[in-house]
């Protein structure tokens, strides 16, 4: 984060993050995850940077843990928060319907960050669905700065209540910087103090029936709380027949879409601070006094459901907005143009096919990808969520459901097929995914005796989101030094008889590994090796230099493309003749391992330099 | 103050977002209101990165198609892949140093000629200034800085409210003390090949 006087240049995660260290937050949690992944470090890097001594913040195994961690700090009487992608709400989804009814004491706020696109998530699913889903109001950020405000207004909103908040930035909110006036970091001073009263927070039926008739009145309040009503955006309209009601990103969008096709002046326009409860005085105001209300919001018709007049409001159920992907400006400008009866200067193309993403050079996930194929050729191959989803490009991923699905969907397959008929099936997945979510499912293996291979991809970090630490690495989020779980005994505590630790990087050695696996799986049920090896982007420069393997092609090579077809490494080069591979050396790692790849044997090790 | 709006576009590895910093604190030292917007994740493993940055007084941080008034592109057929963000008006900067997509390199794709992707560009837009950025990157002292050569290049065109002194400002407290001489002679030598190109 950069300062100019009092101005900063902030990530929208950042600035979420500032939010939180404005408002006397006292603790923070979070799971990593694109788009949130960025704001539990910078919660970090202000408790350093501010000496903010009386905040916690960790990042936790899984959403569900920390939520309940931050979720206990509210109810002690703190202000606290939880961070974390839509999909992780899943994950969260059971504590967070259930801390609706209960409610909190110092401010509460679940960050739900939405991927509509999607750009790097499993679904376009919308957060704010889940809060009408529990009956929790949800605030809907258009940009970094109003992400900022929206965590004071969030925890005020959320004490005034007792009731949890949920802040849902979408990827463009996150993931844009924008320059924003700071305000003084204000450190928490609530002592922690949990009052007992078992009746709520530990109610049985009986009491959740009261309480869920609270919670519904709690609503009703919520519903006309001032400071979250929606906002005219150009009240000097007067009251035109034509309305169009924006939130989120949709409503920076609109801004810019509505000044440069020139029609403020015959429509009025709303941003919707709160889509959930939607006020009550807005709705009934603006259906009695406008005749055709459009509205754009992302992902799911919150806004649109609420405002229950199907003659007078068009959008998604009307077939009027596209029911999936982002509102694109362009997407956005062509509806509101054709709504105001004008014309659209945007004119949409047709995308052209992009570049496919790949596993880095030298990743050790590669290694293992190519040898379980070489050790189980014809197996089923269940994977997860992780860099190594990019297996699929070699032919070593076959499924991807959710977070620890792979152990589950091999258990599922192996009971499916028969004794005769059933393939090898070798499941893959990440460390700190086996912590999140790969745990139950591989205890469930043990006592169904499934014979299945689980190959846990051990390489020390959480690397798609950004190498954040995981329970095995022993670093917490401050840099500071933590206890670590140790893998192998987590395995075997499940039950796990046979677990081995290989390295992949010895390709001949980790084949042999893999296939006496899968032959012990077949006869005696689960088995696991844990592939070791750490990833690239968290080694020093030392490190990488340490195993560096200079590696060349020799002049045997006929151009076959079997390396780059079957290893797809980017520092291997088919030239445009398909007469030879080279090695591309600034993107090679050395890590050798392509010497094993090569069916012909032309790719061999290179003379020290 | 005029809504300038600009288009970066790379392959993951080449430095696109700290350019996109450098620029952001240009924009505060000059005090002209920016708004930009990334995409990390998997287009950090290989993919394209886009970045988009809105100076001046808009709202939403993205471009539409046909909306850009710079595009800037680090590699020539990701430039030409960004040309739907153009329009008759719009200024392209590109690198002419190629760096093929994978399906180009297992043999499921054909790279286009230099050629045919300096003519479609001029074709479609309203002017274009190409150079191998990556040969003066090396002059100034690694490939590394060719971020920092095309963003010379950006500021020479003078089409953003930036002055010259606030991105080499911004070039000496956002990027690493051990580089700052290196990418202040990336950023002189892309400014001077821009106005050569003119």
Known sequence: ?609 | MDIKRLIMVAVGGQGNLLASKVLGEAALICKVPVRMSEIHGMAQRGGVVESAIVFGDASSPIISDGEADLLLGFEPSETLRALNRCNKETTVITNLAPLPPFTVSIGRGVYPEMDTIQALIKERTGSLIAFDAMELAIKAGSPMSTNIVLVGALIQTGILPLTRESVEQAIKTRTKPAFVDMNLAAFNLGFEAAAGAA
């Open chain 1, 1 to 609: 984060m950069t300062q100019i006087n009092d101005r900063q240049l902030m990530l929208g995660n950042e600035a979420l993050a500032r939010g939180l260290c404005e408002s006397g937050c006292q603790m923070a949690t979070a799971y990593p995850g694109t788009p949130a992944s960025e704001i539990l470090p910078a919660v970090a890097a202000l408790k350093k940077s501010e000496t903010l001594e009386s905040l916690h913040v960790q990042w936790a195994v899984n959403e569900k843990v920390a939520f309940e961690i931050a979720y206990a700090a509210s109810i002690a009487g703190q202000r606290s928060a939880v961070a974390m992608k839509q999909v992780g709400l899943n994950v969260a989804s059971d504590p967070f319907m259930s801390a609706a009814y209960l409610g909190v004491k110092g401010g509460f706020l679940v960050i739900s960050a939405d991927d509509p696109g999607p750009h790097s998530s499993q679904t376009e699913q919308d957060s704010r669905l889940y809060a009408m889903s529990a009956k929790i109001p949800v605030l809907d950020p258009d940009s970094p700065e109003q992400a900022r405000d929206m965590v004071d207004l969030g925890f005020r909103l959320s004490e005034q209540f007792e009731i949890p908040v949920m802040i849902r930035p979408t990827t463009r909110v996150c993931h844009a910087r924008q320059d924003i006036q700071i305000n003084k970091v204000i450190p928490g001073t609530v002592e922690a103090n949990f009052e007992k009263n078992p009746g709520r927070w530990a109610a049985t039926p009986k009491f959740r029936f009261k309480l869920h008739n609270e919670l519904e009145a709690k609503l009703a309040g919520i519903a006309s709380f001032e400071e979250t009503a929606p906002v005219r955006l150009n009240p000097d309209t007067g009251k035109p027949s034509k309305a169009i009601v924006v939130a989120g990103v949709s409503a920076a969008h609109a801004r810019d879409i509505v000044n440069e096709l020139d029609v403020s002046d015959r429509v009025a326009l709303y941003q919707v601070i709160q889509p959930y409860p939607l006020h009550t005085a807005f709705m009934d105001e603006i259906l009695e006094t406008h005749s055709d209300i459009l509205v754009l919001e992302e992902t799911t018709g919150i806004i649109e459901m609420q405002l229950a007049r199907r003659d007078k409001v068009k959008g998604k159920q009307s077939g009027h907005v596209p029911r999936t992907g982002e509102l694109l400006p362009e997407i956005m400008e062509a509806i509101i143009a054709e709504f105001c009866g004008t014309e659209s200067r945007s004119s949409i193309m047709e995308p052209v096919p992009g570049r496919r993403p790949t596993l880095c050079a030298g990743c050790p996930h590669r290694a293992s990808f190519f040898a379980i194929k070489r050790a189980a050729p014809k197996g089923i191959y269940t994977s997860d969520i992780g860099c190594y989803t990019l297996g699929m490009n070699l032919g070593a991923v076959d499924t991807v459901l959710c977070m620890g699905a792979a152990i589950s969907q091999a258990a599922g397959f192996a009971h499916a097929y028969n004794d005769e008929k059933r393939p090898p099936i070798v499941a893959t997945m990440g460390d700190s995914t086996f912590f999140h979510a790969g745990v139950p499912a591989l205890i469930d293996a043990v006592v169904q005796k499934a014979p299945i291979l689980l190959v846990i991809l051990d390489n020390r970090t959480t690397a798609m989101t950004g190498n954040q630490p995981t329970p095995a690495t022993g670093i917490d989020v401050l840099g500071e030094e933590v206890a670590s779980v140790d893998i192998a005994k987590l395995v075997e505590g499940c039950g796990i008889t046979y677990c081995k630790t290989v390295d992949p990087m010895d390709t001949k050695g980790f084949i042999t590994h893999i296939k006496e696996a899968v032959a012990y799986t077949k006869e005696n049920g689960p088995g696991v090796v844990i592939s070791r090896s750490p990833c690239l982007l968290s080694m020093s420069k030392a490190q990488r230099m340490e195993q560096y393997q200079k590696v060349e092609v020799s002049d045997d090579c006929d151009g076959c493309g079997y390396c780059v077809s079957h290893f797809e490494c980017p520092a291997l080069v088919l030239d445009s003749d398909n007469e030879r591979v080279d090695i591309d050396a600034s993107l090679c790692s050395g890590c050798g391992v392509c010497v094993h790849v090569c069916p012909k044997g032309s790719i061999v090790p290179g003379l020290v330099n």
